[in-house]
């Protein structure tokens, strides 16, 4: 029996299982597979997030995915219904993946709060976020991002790995330890084992590069390029973090709409030009 294979890979769970979910709406069995999902830092260090399917089921779910847009502000969104139920959606990225549910640990905030799965934003009112997103018209670029991420998964990794075997090859070295020794040996071993992996994490942190923000693209972009080789999309900036990618499509989003509006009173304040000055 052949192993599947990987037909994607992502840097967030969500965004694979909402891929896998998708896959099997149209009957292919797809299957979530995270390299290092115990310790989010090693996840691409271990290959990320990977959908996998079977082989025979290869080119149509590669076409099933290509047709889910990279942008959930493509959709156009009809006006909620007057006293209908109101749709809970983030005040950052306006997107409507919202739960009320408490804190993460490293916010050091255990209370109940809206957070947003999509940008991470945390609010407390239900009421802050927009009845509807910000519409794009026809003709507005599809902006993406420069994700610009480190190495520093990858370089605590290796860390380990290397740590490891030096502190064996340290332990092998001594032999049998005597004296101060015994106690000098461990804390050897146990500094190789942490410091090694810390300065892994500082090195690989500086090793950056640049790849495009869409969770479904994932192309890396050369510093020279306007736009994304793999989604055709327009580069629009440079972020450092795949929920800001859901934040900086808002912000586009707005600045376009202010922008069109703020044009809209100095087109009806135009003089028209007499017919008898042309």
């Known amino acids: 029996m052949r192993r599947p294979i990987t037909v994607a890979k992502y840097l967030d769970v969500t965004e694979a299982q ?26 691409g260090a271990a290959g990320g997030v990977q959908l996998q399917v079977r082989e025979r089921d290869l080119d149509r779910a590669q076409a099933i995915l290509a047709e889910i847009p990279g942008d959930a502000d493509d959709e156009v969104e009809p006006d909620p219904p007057p006293g209908g139920e ?6 950052r990225c306006e997107l409507e993946y919202c739960f009320f549910e408490r804190g993460a640990f490293v916010r050091l905030d255990f209370g109940m709060r809206w957070h947003c799965r999509k940008c991470d934003h945390v609010w407390d009112s239900a009421d802050q976020g927009p009845l509807r997103m910000t519409p794009r018209e026809p003709g507005d ?16 990794f290796l860390g380990l790995i290397v740590g490891f075997l030096c502190a064996m090859a340290l332990s092998a070295a001594v032999g049998r330890p005597e004296g101060d020794m015994r106690m000098m040996l461990p804390c050897g071993m146990l500094f190789l084992m942490l410091g090694v992996p ?5 090195l690989g942190a500086a090793v950056r590069s640049d790849v495009c923000s869409v969770p479904e693209c994932r192309a890396p972009l050369p510093r020279d390029l306007e736009e994304c080789p793999g989604c055709k999309g327009t580069i629009a900036g440079t972020i450092t973090s795949a929920p800001e990618h859901y934040a900086a499509l808002a912000d586009v989003r707005r600045e376009l709409a202010a922008s069109r509006k703020a044009e809209l009173p100095a087109k009806r304040t135009k003089k028209p030009i007499p017919l008898g000055a042309r």
């Open 18 to 43: 909402l891929a896998r979910v998708r896959l099997g709406g149209e009957g292919i069995e797809a299957f979530v597979i995270e390299g290092a999902g115990f310790n989010p830092l090693l996840s």
């Open 86 to 91: 109101r749709v809970v959606r983030c005040p």
């Open 141 to 156: 670029p599809r902006p993406v991002f420069r994700l610009r991420r480190g190495r520093g998964g990858t370089g605590v």
């Open 198 to 202: 810390l300065v892994g994490w500082r």
